[in-house]
């Protein structure tokens, strides 16, 4: 189903999150949006995979700009592109989801694990809940277990600072069957994912575990006990040379006239199959033809968008 859908060709509209505008989780998917340079509309991102042509916009669907964790992205008209990794992350998730299992979702910083496992997600069947949860920084078991309660829906308030009483809460929540995705997951320390270990070991424990983050797989490692559970890995891979003047032409029609080989170029020399990359060259393109709408994409042009992201792009 999942691997049909990708390849038809067709939009896919995203739901936002449930509760988004709201706590913790949602915040931290509109982060990943905005890293990306993506616009989340009144019925979220469009997901496209297809031809430019074949996507249709809904008015008011793009805004000015959005903002997450610091960062702020000015590219209107801007969508998910479901690349091929995008659906890889898609089978991953769905078989990992389907065998009640474990998978980890592993890769670089910018390559946009946490969007891609969003849309996994939301592919999956509307019966099949979904849980969000985010690891804090450098966070003790009170935290982990206070994490896992808000995103199963349980008592906020004392609960989970009761070890007892909050493992056998999450015990029994766990036993429904769905998807718990911990993003970050390389936060956390190897007693904290034994604690994880423990809740998955337990008798009737019927739910699938989802870990995402840039180091996550190396985390795990430290964890010998749970990463021996893992039944999926999957490494998020940058993009390939021969995938960027697609991409990007399906990302933002600003590049819809670029030649491909100055795309490639400015990839091999700057972006290197980077997506968060690629996004904040589209934004600085896109302001400038803003400026001079005359002015055509051209190597000056890529140039002068890539100038603008420092040592550190």
């Known amino acids: 189903m999942i691997k049909r859908d990708l390849g038809a060709g067709r939009v896919l ?38 031809p430019p042509a074949d996507v249709a916009v809904p008015e008011g669907a793009v805004g000015a700009g959005v903002r997450g964790g610091g960062v702020r992205l000015y590219v209107p008209g801007a969508r998910l592109v479901s690349t091929r990794q995008v659906a890889g992350v898609a089978e991953a998730v769905g078989h990992t989801v389907a065998a009640r299992g474990m998978c980890c979702v592993y890769g670089d910083t910018g390559l946009g694990k946490t969007v891609a496992v969003e849309q996994a997600l939301h592919l999956l ?4 809940p979904v849980w969000r949860a985010v690891a804090d920084v450098a966070p003790g078991l009170p935290q982990l277990r206070a994490s896992l309660c808000e995103a199963l829906g349980l008592p906020s308030g004392a609960l989970p600072h009761r070890a007892g009483p909050a493992s056998q809460a999450l015990t029994r929540a766990l036993a429904e069957p769905g998807v718990l995705f911990i993003d970050d997951a390389q936060r956390l320390t ?9 809740l998955w070991d337990a008798p009737g424990c019927a739910a699938a575990l989802v870990l995402c983050g840039a180091g996550s797989e190396r985390a795990l490692a430290r964890a010998s006990a749970l990463r021996s559970r893992v039944l999926t890995w999957h490494q998020v891979g940058r993009l390939e040379p021969s995938q960027v003047p697609q ?48 002015r055509r ?17």
């Open 13 to 50: 509209e995203v739901a936002r999150p449930a509760g988004a505008g709201v706590g913790l989780v949602p915040s931290r998917y509109d982060r990943a949006l905005a890293d990306l340079g993506l616009v989340d509309g009144a019925g979220g991102p469009l997901v496209v995979d297809g």
């Open 190 to 198: 190897p007693p904290l994912l034994d604690y994880l270990r423990q």
């Open 125 to 128: 069947p509307g019966r099949v």
């Open 247 to 294: 991409t990007l032409t399906l990302f933002h029609p600003v590049w819809a006239q670029a030649d491909p080989d100055e795309l490639a170029r400015a990839d091999e020399q700057m972006a290197r199959g980077n997506f968060r990359t690629w996004a904040k060259i589209t934004s600085h393109v896109y302001a400038a033809r803003e400026r001079g709408p005359a």
């Open 297 to 313: 994409v051209d190597r000056e042009l890529i140039e002068q968008a890539c100038a603008r992201l420092g040592p550190y792009p």
